[in-house]
């Protein structure tokens, strides 16, 4: 089984081990073929995956009185701090959606107990998983989807219901599509682009150029006159120096410079892609050409509203139907992250959105106090409101009969005419 308890190997693997790297996706061997290496790239999966991974996860129960949290059932403890032995909540989240991100979708094995209780879900490598869709029903009696994981020598197969499948953009809802292929192109010139200006502040920010020799010169002469050359002008301890010529030599620059090929322009519009196609707002990635002050906020509800909130409702839907029973779901049990750590605004306009509400009276001042981390309030358990509204058909009752009073009580009363009229008869 794959759950069953292993011998670990107590072998230690460091960074320059090509197995490592192998498993890593790194290409020790110039440009890396592995997309994550890209500056860009790496911060929009780690901008996601930080996210998702800073949100609280709980179940919550939905009845005729409203949803609050389902605190007494197992799972709910269980998906908050530690849904396998091996892993807090948060690092479980920030691999799975790096994965998601990455390989285009992520799948966890469910371990059940013989109860039927969840006992601890475990993400599997995706480099090593594989999908089949048995249409035929060649596995198994029915037609299913089964999901393939080679460990070394060994393969597991699970069906549908065995895992949590968390997908990214789909074709056929079944397999994900890595979004790294997408880029493929865009990430790999960004790559070059920064190996170009590695270069070019390694060569001491000196052009290159043409080396013009009137006369006949031996192969060997040449090969010790370039050495020369490259030895006065390459190298940051040579930046600024004069370049001595000799007698018979002309040298003239041929690169061309990186103002003139659009280096900035190009690389800016690489940036920007690569970050749209993430999702992921320009201020997210230190952009802020087109941000303000004031729209700082706003930018953060588009990037829920945008790009989170569809990642989030894809696993709070897979994570109720696979991990709850048909009947605790009929019960209205279901998942539900917190977003109030990244909709939260300021200080200022969160109170008064408090009392708006408190005085509205449809939020009680416990519950807002709840809302900002305070323990609760005495007497506060109730909803309050401005003691001078009044239902609609009362509106205006406390002023019925003034008129026909102010007549029974003697005033005097001036006509249009200016006489004085009583209340007692001549």
């Not at 048995?134 to 060994?154: C, E, F, L, M």
């Not at 192969?219 to 006159?225: L, S």
């Not at 779901?329 to 939260?344: P, Q, S, T, W």
Request: with cysteine; charged share 25%.
């Amino acid at each position: 089984m794959l759950f069953k308890k292993n011998k670990i190997s107590k072998r230690s693997l460091t960074t320059t081990d090509e197995e490592l790297a192998k498993l890593l996706g790194i290409d020790i061997n110039g440009i890396s073929s592995n997309k994550a290496r890209e500056a860009t790239f790496y911060t929009c999966l780690r901008i996601l995956s930080d996210t998702v991974s800073k949100l609280p996860l709980k179940l919550y129960k939905e009845s005729t009185n409203g949803t609050d949290v389902a605190s007494k059932h197992y799972l709910h403890n269980k998906m908050k701090l530690r849904p396998n032995k091996n892993m807090s909540s948060s690092d479980f989240w920030k691999m799975i959606e790096f994965q998601r991100s990455y390989f285009g979708h992520s799948v966890v094995a469910v371990h059940t107990a013989p109860n039927g209780k969840v006992e601890g879900l475990h993400p599997l490598d995706m480099a090593n998983v594989e999908i089949w869709v048995d249409n035929n029903a060649i596995i198994g009696k029915d037609s299913a989807i089964w999901y393939v994981y080679k460990q070394g020598t060994r393969e597991f197969k699970f069906r549908s219901e065995e895992v949590l499948h968390f997908k990214g953009l789909t074709r056929d809802g079944i397999h994900g599509m890595p979004i790294k292929d997408y880029l493929a192109t865009v990430v790999e010139n960004l790559q070059y682009s920064s190996d170009y200006v590695n270069k070019y502040f390694k060569g001491g920010l000196t052009a290159k150029g043409l080396l013009q020799y009137t006369g006949d010169i031996e192969p060997e002469a040449i090969n010790r006159v370039k050495a020369r050359f490259e030895k006065m002008a390459n190298g940051m301890d040579n930046v600024g120096k004069i370049l001595p010529v000799p007698p018979g030599y002309e040298f003239q620059t041929i690169n061309t410079s990186m103002a003139d090929a659009q280096f900035f322009e190009i690389t800016n519009l690489s940036i920007r892609q690569i970050a749209s196609a993430f999702g992921i707002k320009q201020h997210m990635i230190n952009d802020l050409s087109g941000a303000k002050f004031n729209n700082v906020t706003q930018q953060n509800e588009e990037f829920y509203r945008d790009t989170l909130q569809s990642i989030l409702t894809m696993y709070e839907q897979e994570l109720t139907y696979k991990l709850l029973t048909e009947k605790e779901i009929n019960e209205g049990k279901f998942f539900r992250f917190n977003v109030d750590a990244i909709l939260r605004t300021d200080l200022k306009t969160r109170y008064e959105a408090y009392k708006i509400g408190i005085e509205g009276g449809f939020l009680m001042p416990n519950e807002a106090r709840k809302k900002e981390d305070m323990v609760s309030a005495e007497g506060a358990d109730q909803l309050i409101v401005n003691g001078t509204m009044q239902p609609l058909d009362k509106v205006g009752m406390a002023y019925e009969g003034q008129g026909k009073n102010a007549f029974e009580g003697g005033e005097n009363i001036d006509d249009e005419q200016g006489n004085t009229n009583t209340n007692d008869a001549d």
